[in-house]
């Protein structure tokens, strides 16, 4: 169930009006929330509940277990098992393809049968989220810095809650699960922030991610062979703003839903266009994640507390993994390495530390946004060939026939779009809420009829759900 | 370290109350539904036929789309909707 389309306004109006109806009865009101987000996960297909609802049992049962362990060694047990269940099952359903692939391609170069069956895996949505928030619960359980859920109830409306379940945020327990546990719902909404968060959301994915998508990036992604060096580059400039409107869309449109409902997520995106070193990009773009690697993985390896060779090695392998997360592919992993090499390199260099003037400022905004576009050229090509076709396109000097007015606007309004991240567009939240309700609920039914009037027709899926 | 942007929203009290809220919500969907009931009907009606969502969906949407072209409310969109077929035109 995508959030634009006709099916999720359907759902929303139930779930919204339930859920209100239902607040000041929390039992009533945890199982009918449970109950929606299954519905809105189940719409894609019913057997990835008998998933995520093994995740939650196995998971919970993890956390109290570890709660009522006292012997280090048994707690270091559960922990591990809860991580390789968690890990074993994510492998299973997100890499075995891959893996199989690489083993038969091995296999067959050395001449000897491959031991491995082929099976056909299906991908479900939203795997990789809901897992890693299913890890930090326990983790945080073991570490001590959360208690376990105070019944199997709440961790399972915590894990499924349905505005971030597909494509994050991923909200920790630590947030997320103190405001299911004891719902005390704000006497006041934020519904200025909620608005614009979900009208800028709507605008950034309908008009401009899907204007970038079929104007310019698909067919040149999809055929670099065809295209010259203008196209080329105008389609990595336009995946660049297509992939931030596309994900911090959905981040936004669940922000913003979450907020109607009473409920409070971070923000996952602070205009990450506009950094000026990839240090700076990492404390930007998609947040929950970052902060996640960081937390779970890098703080782990040591972090920053060994000697510069280690923490350099550390990053590396942070990113290496962090590319891993987002798909079964060398395309993926050599994305996360890149990152991982230039945020070694920035150390290395000092770059990105104290206060830049504007001239030093923007080059590092062009340099990030050029190096980003070029490790985008892997992380979006079909395949790794597609991505040096694309580089032997840059050279290639023929006149553009993809670049229209309609491109350039779109790639001026999603970067234009970041303007509304962080808490940039305080004061238009402040004014929009001054509104009488009724005038609010009419303005943006007509902004919303604009950019639906504005879009191509048709809703392609977020690119962040096959993560 | 800066508070995050949530927290102090929600400490600051901003927004408006439950009430105010619900009423926003109520007249988005009535007048977006209006505005949109001709467009909700024809995505409505390109949905996987025999589908208890289709069902549903086209249900809705019929006497929305009927109101619509009654109040004359699809003309807005249809409008932007053909300038931007005439700007987009190679």
Known sequence: MLFP??????????????????????????????????????????????????????????????????????????????????????????????????VYAACASLGIPCPLPLLDVVLPVGISFFTFQAMSYVIDVHRGTIRP??????????????????????????????????????????????????LVGLFKKIVVANALATGIVDPVFDNPENFGALDTLF??????????????????????????????????????????????????????????????????????RGSAARTSTNLFLTFVLGGLWHGAGWNYLIWGALHGAFLVVERILRVGTGVLSLPRRLAGIAATFHLLGFSLMFFRARTLGDSFALMRSLAEWTAPTLVSATVLAAMAAGFAAQAFDGDRARRLWDAWARWPAWVQGAAAAVILTVICALGPRGVAPFIYFQF | MERPVELARMEEGAGITRAGVHLAVGVFFVV???????????????????????TVCVAAARPLAAAARALHLGAPRRAIEAWVDRISAP
């Open chain 1, 5 to 102: 389309t006709v099916t999720f306004a359907i759902f929303f109006v139930l779930a919204y009006t339930g859920h209100w109806l239902l607040h000041r009865r929390p039992l009533a009101w945890k199982w009918f929330l449970l109950a929606a987000s299954y519905v809105f996960y189940g719409y894609w297909d019913w057997r990835f509940l008998l998933l995520i609802g093994g995740s939650t049992v196995l998971n919970h049962g993890f956390a109290v277990a570890l709660a009522r362990a006292a012997a280090p060694g048994r707690r270091r047990m559960l922990v591990a098992a809860a991580v390789a269940s968690n890990l074993g099952t994510l492998g299973f359903f997100k890499y075995y393809g891959f893996f199989v692939v690489n």
């Open chain 1, 149 to 198: 859920a105070a019944s199997c109830l709440d961790f399972a409306v915590y894990l499924a809650f349905f505005p971030q379940l597909v494509a994050g945020p991923i909200v920790r327990a630590s947030t997320l699960l103190p405001q299911i546990e004891r719902p005390a719902m704000p006497a006041r909404i934020d519904i200025g922030r909620a608005s614009i968060l979900i």
């Open chain 1, 235 to 304: 389609a990595v400039y336009g995946y660049c703003i297509q992939v931030y409107c596309d994900f911090s869309a959905y981040s936004d449109i669940a922000i913003g839903i979450a907020l109607l409902m009473g409920f409070h997520f971070p923000i996952n995106f602070d205009a990450p266009l506009l950094a000026a070193s990839f240090q700076e990009f990492w404390r930007r773009w998609h947040l929950s994640l970052s902060t996640w690697l960081r937390d779970y993985l890098y703080f782990p390896l040591g972090g920053s």
């Open chain 2, 32 to 54: 977006g539904a209006l505005l949109n009931g001709e467009n909700l009907l024809a995505t409505a009606e390109t949905m996987e036929h025999g589908s208890p969502a289709r």
